[in-house]
C-alpha cells in the first residue's frame, strides 16, 4: 500500500533553488526505485529523475542534466529532489513515484503521489 507523501513545491524566481522531498509512509518492504515526474497543462506526464536502489544509479531527463539532484534513502522510504538554476520551463505539478522499474532511465512506477506544484517566474 502507498502513501506517497510530496513538500517542498512553491513559487520561485528564474536561476533559484528549491528541494523537493517525498515519503511512502505506506510501504513496508524496499522498493527498486523511486523518482520524481512532473506535468504541465496540456502535456503528458514526463519522466524527471529517478534513482535505482539496487545499483545506485540515477538518471535524469536531459532537460535537467546539471541542474537537478536525485537522492534517498530506501530503507526509509525517502526521496529527494534538489532543484538549482530553475528555469521558466521548470513549472508544472510534480509528483513522487515509488516502485515499479528503472531501467536505463525509463521508469515504469507502481505508486504515485499527489503532486506538488513548483512555479518558476522569469
Known amino acids: 500500500q502507498a502513501q506517497l507523501v510530496e513538500s517542498g513545491g512553491g513559487l520561485v524566481q528564474a536561476g533559484d533553488s528549491l528541494t523537493l522531498s517525498c515519503v511512502n509512509s505506506g510501504r513496508t518492504d524496499n522498493a527498486w526505485a523511486m523518482g520524481w515526474f512532473r506535468q504541465t497543462p496540456g502535456k503528458e506526464r514526463e519522466f524527471v529523475a529517478g534513482?535505482?536502489?539496487?545499483?545506485?544509479?540515477?538518471y535524469y531527463a536531459d532537460s535537467v542534466k546539471g541542474r537537478f539532484t536525485v537522492s534517498g534513502d530506501n530503507a526509509k522510504n525517502t526521496v529527494n529532489l534538489q532543484m538549482n538554476s530553475l528555469k521558466p520551463e521548470d513549472t508544472g505539478v510534480y509528483y513522487c513515484?515509488?516502485?515499479?522499474?528503472?531501467?536505463?532511465?525509463?521508469?515504469?512506477?507502481?505508486?504515485w503521489g499527489q503532486g506538488t506544484q513548483v512555479t518558476v517566474s522569469s
Open positions: 513515484a515509488d516502485g515499479g522499474t528503472l531501467y536505463e532511465g525509463d521508469y515504469v512506477p507502481d505508486f
Open positions: 534513482i535505482s536502489w539496487s545499483d545506485g544509479y540515477t
